[in-house]
């Protein structure tokens, strides 16, 4: 950055962003998020009369003043956790991680409330595809709704890498949280939109050889509101739902299914294995998060 720009950033701004660019944990999508999340904190502080502050002089009391301001501006239970989550990561970058309290509850952040038996699945909408002109867009579109895909994952795939016969497999750094994993491939629709990817993509990913990953990002997001495809994240609700009553053989709660309170001990036995398994396919790392997707 030149200095120029540096005299118009201040000090702390700069010094994060930094930070960010030295550390790339995580996913483009965590990376920017973080970025951003950083920048906001960077601001906030300045507003708040803590000025002239560096990448490591974060203190109890500085916490403590924006968690005071969150909580007054409302924000949900989901977004301070997302915010602490930063502080925190900050805080062990620059070998401070004792100036915030391990738990949320130190700060009376309440937990995550899941909206629980309400169907956020969307099915893909074939014709409103059809109106897509880019078909590498289309084709991330498909392997969303067939494999359950993040949209960054249905981006960055190469599909003859991925295809392992009897699996989907995903590289670590296509995935949220930089976890590889695997996807099975059951039936016939997914091997047919797979075999489609691997022929439009040829050896390579779904980002077009002249584009970048942010380039064909930018191109999928306005071919979706073109074609007026909104919330595509529900193509992974959808995945889950029906994942869950292929292995159960009956609805899940958010689809009207029974609650757990209804269900016997061995359909409780299956439910909890269902879960587990929809958690590992979905990139999860916990059974807990399926209640988003199907309910409880």
């Given at each position: 950055?030149?200095?120029?720009r540096k005299?118009r950033?201040?000090?702390?701004?700069?010094?994060?962003?930094?930070l960010?660019?030295?550390?790339?944990?995580?996913s483009?999508?965590?990376?920017?998020?973080?970025?951003?999340i950083?920048d906001?904190?960077?601001?906030?502080l300045?507003e708040?009369?803590?000025?002239h502050?560096?990448?490591?002089?974060?203190k109890?009391?500085?916490?403590?003043?924006?968690?005071a301001?969150?909580?007054?501006?409302?924000l949900?239970?989901?977004?301070?956790?997302?915010?602490?989550a930063?502080?925190r990561w900050?805080?062990?970058?620059?070998?401070k991680?004792?100036?915030?309290?391990?738990?949320?509850k130190a700060?009376?952040?309440p937990d995550?409330?899941?909206?629980?038996?309400?169907?956020?699945?969307k099915?893909?909408?074939?014709?409103?595809?059809?109106?897509?002109?880019?078909?590498?867009t289309a084709?991330s579109?498909r392997?969303?709704?067939?494999?359950?895909?993040?949209?960054?994952?249905?981006?960055?795939?190469?599909?003859?890498?991925?295809?392992?016969?009897?699996?989907?497999?995903l590289?670590?750094?296509?995935?949220?949280?930089?976890?590889?994993?695997?996807?099975p491939?059951?039936?016939?629709g997914?091997?047919?939109?797979?075999?489609?990817?691997?022929?439009?993509a040829g050896?390579?990913?779904l980002i077009?050889?002249?584009?970048?990953?942010?380039?064909?990002?930018?191109?999928?997001?306005?071919?979706?509101?073109?074609?007026?495809?909104?919330?595509?994240?529900?193509?992974r609700?959808?995945?889950?739902?029906e994942?869950?009553?292929?292995?159960?053989g009956?609805?899940c709660p958010?689809?009207?299914?029974?609650?757990?309170?209804?269900?016997t001990?061995?359909?409780?036995?299956?439910?909890?294995e269902?879960r587990e398994?929809?958690?590992?396919?979905?990139?999860?790392?916990?059974?807990?998060?399926?209640?988003?997707?199907?309910?409880?």
């Open positions: 950055m030149a200095p120029a005299e950033m201040k000090d702390l701004n700069y010094e994060l962003k930094q960010c660019h030295r550390n790339r944990d995580g483009y999508a965590t990376q920017a998020n973080r970025e951003r950083l906001l904190i960077a601001n906030q300045h708040m009369g803590f000025r502050l560096h990448v490591g002089s974060l109890p009391k500085h916490v403590e003043a924006l968690v301001r969150w909580k007054a501006e409302s949900s239970p989901g977004t301070l956790k997302n915010r602490m930063e502080l900050l805080a062990e970058k620059t070998g991680p004792n100036v915030i309290a391990r738990s949320n700060y009376g952040i995550r409330s899941y909206v629980t038996n309400h169907s956020k699945a099915e893909l909408n074939m014709d409103q595809v059809q109106r897509i002109t880019d078909p590498y084709m579109l392997l969303q709704a067939a494999f359950g895909l993040r949209r960054e994952e249905s981006i960055k795939i190469e599909p003859a890498w991925a295809d392992r016969g009897e699996t989907l497999m590289r670590d750094t296509w995935t949220k949280g930089g976890r590889e994993r695997e996807i491939i059951r039936n016939a997914q091997r047919e939109v797979l075999e489609e990817a691997k022929q439009l050896g390579g990913s077009p050889k002249t584009m970048t990953y942010f380039g064909q990002l930018q191109r999928f997001k306005a071919q979706c509101v073109k074609a007026d495809i909104h919330k595509v994240h529900g193509h609700h959808h995945y889950a739902q994942r869950y009553r292929e292995l159960t009956w609805a958010a689809k009207g299914g029974p609650t757990s309170k209804q269900l001990p061995d359909q409780k036995t299956a439910d909890r269902a398994i929809i958690s590992a396919e979905l990139g999860h790392g916990r059974e807990q998060i399926t209640v988003v997707y199907l309910g409880r």
